[in-house]
């Protein structure tokens, strides 16, 4: 039975179906659920003058972004905790597979839970890389890909 678990989440409905996965688990009272948002920062394009400008705005939009996944972490937490799971959220700035990769390795997780997107086309996911393969390739635990319409229980 899986007792350390890493669901990320982020808000989306993909995202929203992993954590019923989560929930629909049958867990001990001992299992200990790591809820994640990741806040990706994004690219930095300084050029000459402008770099002041452009830092000023990435550290404001980064801001406004922390606060948004700060209010998506309580809320995935809270319905978690009203499953009666002991969850411990985490929110981390940086590259979604790394900061997965990276905190599932620190806390000795068992299982990795996200959601998967069938919206994206094939050539897409192909060309750029899901989130999903890369993670398969990175972690040393078992992956849940939570895939499917949400459904409440």
């Keep these: ?40 920062p994004p690219p930095y394009l300084l050029v000459g003058e402008f770099a002041a400008a452009a830092v000023l705005s990435v550290e404001e939009g980064l801001t406004v972004e922390k606060e948004k996944m700060e209010k998506e972490l309580e809320a ?13 959220p985490h929110l981390e700035v940086g590259e979604p597979v790394s900061v997965i990769e990276e905190l599932a390795h620190d806390l000795q997780v068992d299982l990795v839970i996200v959601g998967h997107s069938r919206q994206k086309p094939v050539a897409l996911r ?28």
């Design 76 to 88: 995935g937490a809270a319905m978690l905790a009203a499953a009666g799971l002991n969850v411990v």
């Design 1 to 40: 039975m899986y007792q350390t678990i890493l669901v990320a989440y982020n808000g989306t409905p993909e995202s929203r179906v992993a954590l019923q996965e989560c929930r629909r688990m049958a867990l001990s009272k001992a299992a200990t659920i790591h809820l994640l948002a990741v806040v990706s």
């Design 126 to 153: 192909w060309w750029r890389g899901s989130t999903d393969t890369l993670l398969v390739e990175k972690l040393r635990c078992s992956l849940l890909v939570a895939s499917g319409l949400a459904t409440s229980s």
